[in-house]
């Protein structure tokens, strides 16, 4: 973690999470939409209104 390039990968990281409001871990996203809550019933509809909008 003291490496400069690690530093440089952790602080993306972190800047990226604030950009994208994450307020936990883990977080999920499905094509840059957050799943309002965890679990399989968000998960897939989710998923299936991303399939339906690419077709």
């Known amino acids: 973690m003291k490496r400069s390039e ?9 800047e990226d999470g604030k950009r994208l409001n994450v307020r936990a871990t ?7 939409r ?3 809550s965890f ?4 998960l897939s ?5 991303a399939v ?3 077709y």
């Open 26 to 32: 883990p977080e999920f996203f499905v094509n840059g």
């Open 6 to 14: 690690t530093a440089q990968v952790i602080q993306q990281d972190i």
């Open 45 to 49: 509809r989710l998923v299936k209104e």
């Open 39 to 42: 679990g399989y019933d968000q």
């Open 34 to 36: 957050p799943m309002p």
């Open 52 to 54: 339906a909008a690419a």
